[in-house]
Antibody, heavy 116, light 112 residues
Framework: QIQLVQSGPELKKPGESVKISCKAS????????MHWVKQAPGKGLKWMGW????????TYADDFKGRFVFSLEASASTANLQISNLKNEDTATYFC?????????WGQGVMVTVSS | DIVLTQAPLSVSVTPGESASISCRSS???????????LYWYLQRPGKSPQLLIY???NLASGVPDRFSSSGSETDFTLKISKVETEDVGVYYC?????????FGGGTKLELK
C-alpha cells in the first residue's frame, strides 16, 4: 500500500540546521509531486511548496524562500526538507504529502523543536 | 492569496446528531474547467490530516457517506450526519485553485 514515512523528531538550537526526510513506497516516486506543509503547535496548516519529483525542481511559497530547501534522493524514493539558520518560529510539525485532484497521502509528520 | 474563513471555531455535538461547518472564500473557487476546487479535511488529535471531500462535493475514497458537502463558488458547507466518536478533531477547508493552496483556520468538533 502507499505510504509516506517521515524521519523522527528533532530538537535543535537557534541558528542550527535540520534535515528531515520523507520516504515514499507503494507507487512510482517520480510520477507524483511531493508537497510540504507546516503546522505550528496548536495552529492551522500552511503550505510550504512542492518539488517536482521527476525533474527535481522545487517551488517555494513566499514565506519559505531563503532558508528552506526541498531536495530528492530519487533512487531511494525520498524527499527531503532542510531548514537552515533555525528560528524559534520554525518550531512546528512538518508534513510531506502527495496531493492529487481526488486523493491525498500524508506522512505522519515530523516535530521540529527549536529551543536554546 | 485566497483567504478561507471557517465558522464556527468550535462545535459541540451530541453523538448521533448532525453538525455543519461553513467555509467562505475570498475569491471564486470555480476553475475554468468548471470544477470547484474546495477540499475538506479532518485532522484527528495527534494525526495527519485526512482528505474527506474533494472538488467541493465528492467523497474521498474510504470516507463514510455521513459526510457531505455543498456550496456555491465562494460559500461552502460541510455536513456531518449522525456524528460518531471517531469524528472528533479539527476540520479544515482548503483550496487548490491556484498557488499557493491555502487552508481555513479550522473548526474543532467535540462531543457533548
Amino acid at each position: 500500500q502507499i505510504q509516506l514515512v517521515q524521519s523522527g523528531p528533532e530538537l535543535k538550537k537557534p541558528g542550527e540546521s535540520v534535515k528531515i526526510s520523507c520516504k515514499a513506497s507503494g507507487y512510482t516516486f517520480t510520477d507524483y509531486a511531493m508537497h510540504w506543509v507546516k503546522q505550528a503547535p496548536g495552529k492551522g496548516l500552511k503550505w510550504m511548496g512542492w518539488i517536482n519529483t521527476y525533474t527535481g525542481k522545487p517551488t517555494y511559497a513566499d514565506d519559505f524562500k531563503g532558508r528552506f530547501v526541498f531536495s530528492l534522493e530519487a533512487s531511494a524514493s525520498t524527499a527531503n526538507l532542510q531548514i537552515s539558520n533555525l528560528k524559534n518560529e520554525d518550531t512546528a510539525t512538518y508534513f510531506c504529502a502527495r496531493l492529487t485532484s481526488d486523493f491525498d497521502y500524508w506522512g505522519q509528520g515530523v516535530m521540529v523543536t527549536v529551543s536554546s | 492569496d485566497i483567504v478561507l474563513t471557517q465558522a464556527p471555531l468550535s462545535v459541540s455535538v451530541t453523538p448521533g446528531e448532525s453538525a455543519s461547518i461553513s467555509c467562505r472564500s475570498s475569491k471564486s473557487l470555480l476553475s475554468s474547467k468548471g470544477i470547484t476546487s474546495l477540499y475538506w479535511y479532518l485532522q484527528r488529535p495527534g494525526k495527519s490530516p485526512q482528505l474527506l471531500i474533494y472538488q467541493m462535493s465528492n467523497l474521498a475514497s474510504g470516507v463514510p457517506d455521513r459526510f457531505s458537502s455543498s456550496g456555491s463558488e465562494t460559500d461552502f458547507t460541510l455536513k456531518i450526519s449522525k456524528v460518531e466518536t471517531e469524528d472528533v478533531g479539527v476540520y479544515y477547508c482548503g483550496h487548490r485553485l491556484e498557488y499557493p493552496p491555502t487552508f481555513g483556520g479550522g473548526t474543532k468538533l467535540e462531543l457533548k
